[in-house]
């Protein structure tokens, strides 16, 4: 009898002790979802407020795409009916980046475009859109998670974003890292005194190509960067240049390109996390040369420009800057020179540029002496600068 009074007792002990902590688990439980419904509704809205749209549905909008003969690819909403615009943009974005659930306050004045870059293993695309809300739940990752980290730039209007309970608005300039892992939410504001859309470029990262441990990266989620200066600045560049330029690149220059994008984009990230060591040496080499190639570009009009000046700004000996060349069809000395030629081709054919003298071209990009750019152009193109002009002009006419 004893032994059996003992076992309820014992039971009810038990249960006194575990009820505190099961009250303060549920607390804990509470404030975590205080803290993010918080947000939520004061940056995004409620979860059912109107014109929260999924971003896959059964809505039967065809996919209109402008497609280049080259890797680019145009996206616009501005040829689907008005009604139907936004959930039409609500299912691209789950076809193009990752599933979604984005909301409007004005769904039925939506605009939207996309221009997007498929480079071997990645990709790069430039939203501009009116202003929105986006959430993606553990629902979203289960239905499809690609496990990619994704990098962004602000070019206009101002972005919150909130993952891994770690909040940050972002203006134009700002960089962010954001992983499709991982639940997050997103406020896309438009300025109202300009009245200009959002305007951001994505860059896909695949958590497999990155040369860095995921869970270091993920100590960067949700947190504002600057892209104008340094390493950020350096891969700002070549987002907006690889835009620019990609329909006129050679399939086999892609893997180059994504290659070089990748290994900038690796620096800027390791640079935040002073973890440089782990990059492998062939990405430091990549990282080094991209670094070369915007301040050659950045000072072609300097006639001291030379590889003695070169190594120097960047630390390193002449003989490992030819060595960094080496895979290279050009020299040092040749790249600059064929740039400084591109650039006054240019110029030569600008008609806005007809008042300048073919010496002052010249000088502008770093020719001191007017004989040696005549030889050097004519050997470049098969005329003198002043024939090529002349001919230029008679074509204009």
Sequence with gaps: MPASG???AAREARRRWRRPRRRRRRRRRRRRR???????RERCGPRNQPGLRPSSGSLAVRDHREVSKS????????????????DWWAQLVGREVMPVSVSSEHPERFRGTCESVALPGAKVSMF???AMSAVRTLAHIRRHDPEDFYLFVVHEGSIGLEQRRSLTWLGAGDMAVFDTSRPLECAFREHREQGQPI????????????????DKVDRLLASRFSGRAGSGALLTQYLAGLLANAAHCGPAELPRLSAVGRDLAATFLAGRLDARDALSPETRRQALLA??????????????LRPATIAAHHHVSVRLLHQLFRDRPETVGATIRRRRLERCRADLADPRLRHRTIGEIAARWGFRHPADFSRAFRAAYGAAPSEFRSGNDARMR
């Design 71 to 86: 890797c680019v690819v145009s996206i616009s909403a501005d040829v689907v009916p008005a009604p139907d615009r936004f």
């Design 6 to 8: 003992c076992a309820p």
């Design 199 to 214: 305007r951001l470029t994505l860059m896909q990262l695949p958590r497999a190509s990155l040369p860095l441990p995921s």
């Design 34 to 40: 205080g803290w993010a419904w918080g947000w939520r």
């Design 291 to 304: 670094r070369i190639d915007v301040f050659i570009e950045h000072h072609l009009g300097d006639p001291e």
């Design 128 to 130: 501009d859109f009116s």
